[in-house]
């Protein structure tokens, strides 16, 4: 069965008969991953040739290493995804193609990213810390009348 499964996804991956590598997709120029609990999120943005056709889909391949990817999935025209099936404390190596029909177009560049450990201590975000620095200037700007008590 794993066979079969594998042979399929093979066959997915291959081009189309006489696909020319100028007709399928260039690589997606960035891509980024956001670790969310025991899950990441990936981001990319579109390749700047998208082929001869419309770019139907993407593929995305992941390792446990920098090599030897496997096929995670292969999703509609969308930019983003959220991996479900990463472990705590574990670090995953990404890569992301375009596809169109002519075929699969270039990888990206591999992304490394690491799951944290379940019981790492989290920091408040980036959002976070914006709006704590932001009340903090607010007050200093109102100066010290403004801490004054009564009238």
Not at 27 to 33: E, V
Not at 110 to 127: H, M, S, T
């Given at each position: 069965m794993a066979a079969l499964a594998i042979a399929l996804a093979c066959a997915q991956l291959a081009p189309p008969a006489g696909a020319a590598d100028s007709d399928r997709p260039g690589?997606?120029?960035?891509?980024?991953?956001t670790p969310k609990q025991a899950t990441?999120?990936?981001?990319?943005?579109?390749?700047?040739w998208g082929g001869t056709t419309n770019i139907t889909g993407?593929?995305?391949m992941r390792s446990p290493t920098p090599g030897n990817f496997t096929l995670l999935v292969r999703i509609g025209d969308v930019l983003s995804y959220q991996d479900l099936t990463t472990e705590w404390g574990h670090t995953y190596y990404y890569i992301v193609m375009a596809?169109?029909?002519a075929g699969e177009?270039?990888?990206s560049a591999?992304?490394?990213?690491?799951?944290?450990?379940?019981?790492?201590?989290?920091?408040?975000?980036?959002?976070a810390a914006l709006a704590v620095g932001a009340i903090a200037l607010a007050c200093s700007a109102l100066g010290p009348a403004s801490r004054r008590r009564g009238p």
């Open positions: 690589p997606p120029p960035s891509l980024s991953g990441i999120l990936l981001e990319w943005t579109p390749p700047a993407y593929v995305i596809y169109n029909d177009g270039e990888a591999i992304l490394e990213i690491k799951v944290p450990d379940k019981d790492a201590p989290r920091l408040p975000g980036a959002g």
